[in-house]
């Protein structure tokens, strides 16, 4: 069964950091492209990045690009999310996907999320 499971989000300041973890079990976790997708209260899902099997490659949205860094450790089957001055529109449940960037925001691949807040 396929499981993932997200950790690491609280509440924090405008400027602060937060690093996110993801877990994987259930699958072969170092054959698969990884994501991170967010949606914000009230909106959509939003794609935030994305990691290639051998972290060969990584890819961020324009929102995020130069503030977060994604990262894996294959030997840990475990995705990270180092996220640096966070701001207030970076609040929202972030999840975990097993899927490559073009199929990140199916929800079918994604965890159950931890909740990030930027907040004075």
């Known amino acids: 069964q396929v499981q993932l499971v997200e950790s690491g989000g609280g509440m924090v300041q405008p400027g602060g950091s937060l690093r996110l973890s993801c877990v994987a079990s259930g699958f072969t976790f170092n054959s698969h492209h990884m994501s991170w997708v967010r949606q914000a209260p009230g909106k959509g899902p939003e794609w935030v990045a994305s990691?290639?099997?051998?972290?060969?490659?990584?890819y961020y949205s324009d929102y995020v690009t130069g503030r977060f860094t994604i990262s894996r450790d294959n030997t840990k089957n475990t995705l990270y999310l180092q996220m640096n001055n966070l701001k207030p529109e970076d609040t929202g449940l972030y999840y975990c996907?097993?899927?490559?960037?073009?199929?990140?925001?199916?929800?079918?691949?994604w965890g159950r999320g931890t909740q990030v807040t930027v907040s004075l």
């Open positions: 996907a097993r899927a490559p960037r073009d199929d990140a925001l199916q929800r079918q691949f």
């Open positions: 990691i290639s099997s051998a972290s060969s490659y990584t």
